[in-house]
């Protein structure tokens, strides 16, 4: 091995304590540090499905107990995000498939001072309150973390009718599914209310539509006339709008009479948040129980993750 290519272990450790997901495990550590970083696509580039298919059968190789939550087309590279024993971790791979890159260092990040200046206090948001709040949950369909908010809302739309509360859809896609499966979603929540929440229900256990459009007895026929015609389009251009006038930057993000919210991801935060808002809660908001457990990201009902604020 040539000098340009040695690693100094040591270094890269030390360096990796200041890395957020450093901490999952050393079997992580050694996956990370013995790939040639060079940041470039010099082959043909793969599919985004083989290029994270790729990553997870690396990663496992290595012994780091992996799973796949998703890949995401960042332009120059997939940013691919695995979860390794419990803590997501997201590594960048080159188009041709040939390079690991762990992390991206933006060019304009500040220098990290020895001293870190007084830090403030973060400035507290007031809740804005009335008599019947309207929560609006903005998503994407298949962002993980989109769909682990989704799976902590959900319960809170089943058993909550206090409040106006509705999901909603950001206004730009990023994962490529996102395009067909939002008309068939925003169709089934306009169209056919009482069957969204069981459509819902299904879909997110695996991602896969056909079966919950049996599972929830979608009337199809109506839904696909919805989707063809561009009748979906007037639906979702109401969300579209709403998303861009609230400054909605990612998926997700919970916005409440108007104004962002901040809440945790489990159905018990969110119902929390949604009684803080009224002028005088109603006696649900201290009766009723619901789940004080953060879901997983991505797929699945049993799993469950951690109270994260990471977004797409």
């Not at 495990?25 to 990370?32: E, F, G, Q």
């Not at 498939?97 to 001293?115: C, R």
């Not at 395009?179 to 009482?194: A, H, L, M, S």
């Amino acid at each position: 091995m040539t000098d340009k290519k040695k690693i100094d272990y040591k270094k890269i450790l030390r360096s990796c304590k200041k890395n957020y997901w450093a901490i999952s495990t050393i079997t992580l550590a050694i996956l990370l540090t013995v790939i040639l970083i060079n940041g470039a696509t010099c082959g043909s580039a793969i599919g985004i499905t083989e290029a994270g298919q790729k990553v997870l059968e690396f990663a496992n190789n290595q012994g780091a107990e992996a799973e796949l939550i998703t890949t995401i087309d960042n332009g120059q590279l997939y940013e691919v995000i695995l979860s390794i024993r419990g803590q997501e971790v997201p590594v960048y791979v080159t188009k041709d498939g040939e390079n690991l890159i762990p992390s991206l260092i933006p060019l304009t990040a500040k220098v990290i001072q020895d001293t870190p200046p007084q830090q403030q206090e973060p400035a507290k948001t007031e809740v804005l309150k009335s008599d019947k709040p309207v929560a609006e949950l903005f998503i994407m369909t298949h962002c993980p973390y989109g769909t682990q908010a989704e799976k902590g809302f959900v319960p809170v739309l089943e058993s909550f009718d206090k409040a106006d509360a509705k999901i909603r859809f950001v206004h730009y896609f990023m994962h490529q599914p996102e395009e067909t499966e939002t008309p068939i979603q925003v169709c089934i929540r306009e169209e056919q209310p009482d069957k969204f929440l069981p459509y819902l229900r299904e879909f997110l256990k695996e991602g896969i539509s056909e079966n919950a459009l049996a599972t929830a007895n979608i009337d199809e026929t109506k839904m696909n006339e919805c989707v063809s015609s561009g009748k979906w389009e007037e639906y979702y251009n109401v969300d579209k709008a709403l998303s861009e006038s609230y400054g909605v930057r990612g998926s997700p993000i919970l916005v409440i009479n108007g104004a962002i919210a901040q809440s945790g991801r489990d159905a018990a935060s969110y119902l929390s948040a949604i009684c803080s808002a009224f002028n005088d809660a109603p006696k649900e908001c201290g009766t009723l129980t619901l789940s004080s457990t953060a879901p997983s990201p991505m797929w699945g009902w049993d799993a469950s993750g951690t109270d994260t604020q990471a977004q797409c």
